[in-house]
């Protein structure tokens, strides 16, 4: 079973609607983070946001805010008023205690937003 | 440095020679993970440290693949005997502590022809 699950595998929309990725995921542990990355045209992977399993307080940055639901293993990501900058491969990832530490991040497949003018 | 480092940015090999991947963190950085990702793919790990020490590699696909981080700086992975199979960006990143938001390098194209 996938530990990190994103269903949409690409959205399209036009500039200024907004639009909401999807991330679900699965553990065991009480204790987790999940993360936000921004893969754009260009390559790179940019981090966005990190979240504990702690805090289920959602959180707003500009025209970005994301929703994290344990009762339904959710981390959603809303892009308010998209704009073409905003096209991007978008992955969603978790990191568990693993022998003893939380370095490993397992990424979900990602979701390509493509935003049109 | 500013940012993750990796060299070469493309490399093309052929089938059965070695390759090294560099990568030289962001100074100061304790921790530092390898990730390889095919096209249309997420990341998937292979290993990481702490300082020098090697904390997890249980993502390395098979012992052709092996990495190194002697000083607790620069790291390199190194895949030894190439295959067709192995062709991907390798992705190195750092971060302050375990589990800290990652930076994330340009990566490597490896091509193995």
């Known amino acids: 079973a996938q530990k990190v699950t994103q269903a949409q595998t690409e959205i399209s929309v036009v500039e200024k609607e907004d639009v909401t990725l999807d991330c679900v995921y699965e553990?065991?542990?009480?204790?987790?983070?999940l993360f936000w990355y921004k893969q754009p045209p260009s390559g790179e992977l940019v981090f966005l946001i990190r979240r504990n399993s702690f805090d289920e307080q959602n959180e707003i940055s500009g025209r970005y805010s994301w929703n994290f639901q344990k009762s339904t293993s959710s981390f959603n990501f809303t892009i308010t008023a998209s704009q073409v900058v905003d096209s991007a491969v978008y992955f969603c990832a978790l990191s568990e205690k693993e022998l003893g530490s939380y370095g490993k991040l397992t990424f979900g497949q990602g979701t390509i937003l493509t935003v049109h003018p | 440095g500013a940012g993750v480092s990796q060299s070469p940015r493309y490399k093309v090999t052929k089938r059965g020679q070695d390759v090294a991947l560099r990568c030289d963190p962001i100074s100061g950085h304790v921790s530092l993970y390898w990730y390889r990702q095919a096209l249309g793919q997420g990341p998937e790990f292979l290993t990481y440290f702490n300082y020098e020490a090697q904390q997890d590699k249980s993502g390395l696909p098979n012992d052709r693949f092996s990495a190194e981080r002697p000083e607790g700086s620069i790291s390199t992975l190194t895949i030894q005997r190439t295959e067709q199979r192995d062709s991907a960006m390798y992705r190195c990143?750092?971060?302050?502590?375990?589990?800290?938001?990652?930076?994330f390098g340009s990566g490597t194209r490896l091509t193995v022809v």
């Open positions: 990143a750092s971060s302050l502590a375990q589990n800290y938001g990652y930076t």
């Open positions: 553990t065991r542990d009480t204790t987790y983070y």
